[in-house]
């Protein structure tokens, strides 16, 4: 109720609602997926290829660099990303009403076990905080609590993890 009713005086004087020390669960978790991941991305492309999977269009598992095209562009973008869906039981309403290309089953990593569960958990605590979020932003715009949160929980949410390698020697931008 407490942050509630901070977010909900921030939003409505100030029009933007900061958040620090909320759950210390996400600041432990994040450190775990953070080493995690660096821990994966040294491994070798062979053994990261494992975990990438065309046909989900980098929705799910690995993308290695230098394969993705943003927003049409002619260029490729020159990092590697690991995405976690959202987790939810295999007969969860939701994953049936959106069909196979939502809520997509986590790859497990074996080289690096703790990537996705912690990757998973951190996604569902984050989901906890937007919800506290829209609640806050519902009262603060003078609707009911619940208006957009009730909307929203479960909703296509998924941990994109970035990383950005060292560019070539010599390299140089336009």
Known sequence: KGYIDAAHTNLSEIGFVGVTGYNPEIDRLFRIVASAWEEFCGLPLRVKMQYHFPATG????????????????????????????????ERHPL???YGSMFYLKNPPV????????????????????SLLHFEAMAEANGLPRGWWSSRIAYGISKLRIHNYPKLPEGTTFI
């Open 110 to 129: 074996k080289e690096v076990p703790e990537l996705v569960p912690a990757g998973e958990q951190l996604l569902l605590c984050l989901e906890d905080l």
């Open 58 to 89: 980098g929705q799910v598992g690995y993308t290695p660099n230098g394969i993705e095209q943003s927003g049409g562009r002619d260029f490729v973008e020159r990092r590697e990303h690991f995405m976690i869906d959202m987790p939810l039981p």
């Open 95 to 97: 994953r049936e009403m």
